[in-house]
């Protein structure tokens, strides 16, 4: 037996434990930087789908505001002509 090289080896495997370690750390950091670039893509998509629901909601508010404009109109309409015809027919058939 060589009693020089057995000093050495519990070197060598705290050398090795740390290289695995310093591995795993880096595939660690990597996957967590992958999973926030994903992250952050989702966030910037969904966004922009807020962006656009909110124009959506915006134009059929509009939209819903203009057909009440119109509804209204024709029930004063529907009213005016209602209050012609019931004061100008009694006095037709007179």
């Known amino acids: 037996m060589n009693n020089s090289s057995h000093p050495a080896e519990p070197h060598i495997d705290i050398a ?12 660690g950091f990597s996957d967590t930087r ?3 670039n994903l992250l952050l893509q989702r966030a910037d998509q969904t966004d922009k789908a807020v962006a656009a629901t909110d124009q ?14 119109k509804v209204w109109a024709a029930f004063g309409a529907a009213a005016v002509v ?11 058939f007179k």
């Open 16 to 27: 090795v434990e740390l290289e695995r370690i310093r591995r795993s750390v880096d595939v």
């Open 34 to 36: 992958g999973s926030l």
């Open 56 to 69: 959506d909601v915006r134009d059929l508010d509009a939209r819903v505001t203009a057909v009440e404009q």
């Open 82 to 92: 209602g209050t012609i015809g019931g004061t100008v027919v009694p006095i037709l």
